[in-house]
């Protein structure tokens, strides 16, 4: 990252850049949904901490972070804004621990600020990936699983492997699914749900993708043979999966080592946002930051106890 840059070093830099991506039309009052500038007013005086509105409709005060992942954390904003910068400019994101060393917060405040952004980066509306592909175009679709080692873990022994499947389009986005099983049962109301049935759909020979794959425009399948790849011009492959598994796993074994059942969701979402977002697709790091920061608000989170950061 830019570390000249004054929003990772001046905390009224860093709020602004915050406001002018969660208000690009003027402050918005979290409580009351007001958008009406005269009925806003900007807090002023040395007693006043920066960046506090008072709403004239409800009478009630609020900053930029209300209402955001951010609330009422003591962590300054130059430092939540540094952590998405390094979560999301990397291929392979950034662990707690890293955080914690290069940010100087303590091992636990980087745990759960990144947690926070994580969920920052998730899909505002789960149907987002809705209509994935299209008429002549392919999706393809492929399972892989993650995790499992008993690396750094304080019993030993080893956790199941965790089932993931991929929807991704070529040239395209990705949308990512941890699923309890790999059966045509669980698969199916996944596929149908996020592509496009016009599309092509494209998968290996397993039987679970045989039935779905009726539904679709299209459904090639692929024989792991150098012979038919070159027969059909390398068209019937699923090679943009595999991409995308082979970064998702490097990712989640070379740097977060383990990840638990119950926060599988999130590093999926972490790892399907930087491939939304990728360079390719015409996002610069500092974009792809701010996309990341448009997430922020109305993200429910339920992981406060401070027992799960040793689960990490
Ligand atoms: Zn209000």
Redesign the pocket.
Known sequence: MNITDQIYSDENKAREHLESIQWPNGPV??????VDPERITKLQGKSTRPGVFK??????P?SVTVGTVMERSKIPLTKWLAAMHLMTAGKKGVSAHQLHRMLGVTYESAWFLAHRLRAAMAPANPTDANGMGGPNEVVEVDETYVGGRAKNRAFKEPSPKKAVVSLIERDGRVASFHVANVTAKTLRPIIVKHASRKSTLMTDEAPVYVGVGKEFAAHRTVNHSANEYVKTGGYVHTNTAEGFFSVLKRGIIGTYHHVSEAHLERYLAEFDFRHNTRTKLGFSDAQRAAKALEGIRGKRLTYRRANEAANA
């Open positions: 009052c979290p409580h009351c949904g007001n709403c004239k409709e409800c009478r009630k609020f």
